[in-house]
């Protein structure tokens, strides 16, 4: 299948490492030149180089905290015009049930996560709008469709992001462009790692013995799993699809 994703231009956050890094490596297979985003300069060396070293395409990187709105909007000013395509990926919200996360840590969070997307939608939005075109996939998780008290700063975060998509997804086409979601379940990256220590932490009393929390009915997928679904709904071959937020988790949540 063709996606005619050849030359476009595609912006994508937290792309360093874990499903972010798998979506600049596919999108960059179909021969898109890349905006990458993250807040680690030598985590971002690397991906550029691992991703030139395979593809012949344009890798930009840019160092920023997106929890710094400033930051967001300096960056949609520099690129804006040139960008087809954005994947919203920036953001780790801490596991554990509430009195493990305490207020600087879940504000911390959702500064990151939450209005980090927030505010890059902002500032697209009059960006595309003024184009006719574009793309926006928000990479936001299961935690908002089945809430889980062991994941309570996640469980809250998801939900307002799978709203907020499905809101502005609902509108857009109206304005010339599509604004979709993904919800991951447990994909094997370091977040998901991170999530599994704080719930050892709670259960044994030991982060050593994450491992024994890790799901198992269905297993962890993969970043390429998730980067799939990413690259097909930015393609035109999803060009009747937006305002909806796809479920990757092998039926997980239906269970």
Same mark, same amino acid.
């Given at each position: 299948?063709?996606?005619?994703? @050849?030359? !476009?231009?595609?912006?994508i956050?937290g792309?360093? !490492?874990?499903i972010?890094?798998a979506? @600049?490596e596919?999108?960059?297979?179909?021969?898109?030149?890349?905006?990458?985003?993250?807040?680690?300069?030598?985590d971002?060396?690397?991906?550029?180089?691992?991703?030139?070293?395979?593809?012949?395409?344009?890798?930009?990187?840019?160092?920023l905290?997106?929890?710094d709105?400033?930051?967001? !909007?300096?960056?949609?000013?520099e690129?804006?015009?040139?960008? $087809?395509i954005?994947?919203? /990926?920036?953001?780790?919200?801490?596991?554990?049930?509430?009195h493990?996360? $305490?207020e600087?840590?879940?504000? +911390? @969070?959702?500064?990151l996560k939450?209005?980090?997307?927030? /505010?890059?939608?902002?500032?697209?939005?009059?960006?595309f709008?003024? !184009?006719?075109?574009?793309?926006?996939?928000?990479?936001?998780?299961t935690?908002?469709?089945?809430p889980?008290?062991?994941? &309570?700063?996640?469980?809250?975060? /998801?939900?307002?992001?799978?709203?907020?998509?499905?809101?502005?997804?609902? +509108?857009?086409?109206?304005?010339?462009?599509? &604004?979709?979601?993904? /919800?991951?379940?447990?994909?094997?990256?370091?977040?998901?790692t991170?999530?599994?220590?704080? +719930?050892?932490?709670?259960?044994?009393?030991?982060?050593?013995?994450?491992?024994e929390?890790?799901?198992?009915n269905?297993?962890?997928?993969?970043?390429? $799993?998730?980067? $799939?679904?990413?690259?097909?709904?930015?393609?035109?071959r999803?060009?009747? &699809?937006?305002?909806?937020?796809v479920t990757?988790?092998?039926?997980?949540?239906?269970?």
């Amino acid at each position: 299948m063709d996606l005619r994703l @050849a030359g !476009k231009t595609v912006l994508i956050t937290g792309a360093s !490492k874990g499903i972010g890094l798998a979506c @600049a490596e596919l999108f960059a297979e179909e021969g898109c030149d890349l905006h990458l985003i993250a807040r680690t300069v030598a985590d971002l060396d690397r991906a550029r180089d691992a991703i030139h070293s395979r593809h012949n395409v344009a890798v930009t990187i840019h160092p920023l905290d997106l929890s710094d709105g400033g930051h967001v !909007k300096r960056l949609i000013a520099e690129t804006g015009a040139g960008l $087809d395509i954005v994947v919203n /990926n920036a953001g780790a919200i801490p596991g554990g049930p509430i009195h493990m996360v $305490d207020e600087e840590r879940w504000r +911390q @969070a959702w500064d990151l996560k939450v209005f980090g997307y927030i /505010n890059m939608c902002r500032e697209l939005y009059p960006v595309f709008k003024a !184009k006719q075109a574009g793309v926006i996939v928000n990479i936001i998780g299961t935690g908002g469709e089945r809430p889980s008290a062991g994941y &309570i700063a996640g469980a809250g975060g /998801n939900a307002g992001l799978i709203a907020f998509t499905r809101a502005l997804g609902g +509108q857009s086409p109206e304005d010339g462009f599509r &604004i979709v979601g993904v /919800n991951p379940g447990a994909i094997l990256t370091e977040r998901l790692t991170t999530i599994l220590r704080a +719930q050892a932490l709670d259960r044994f009393g030991d982060e050593a013995r994450w491992e024994e929390c890790m799901p198992t009915n269905p297993p962890p997928g993969e970043p390429e $799993d998730c980067a $799939d679904l990413v690259v097909f709904l930015a393609s035109d071959r999803a060009r009747h &699809i937006s305002g909806t937020v796809v479920t990757i988790d092998r039926g997980a949540v239906s269970r």
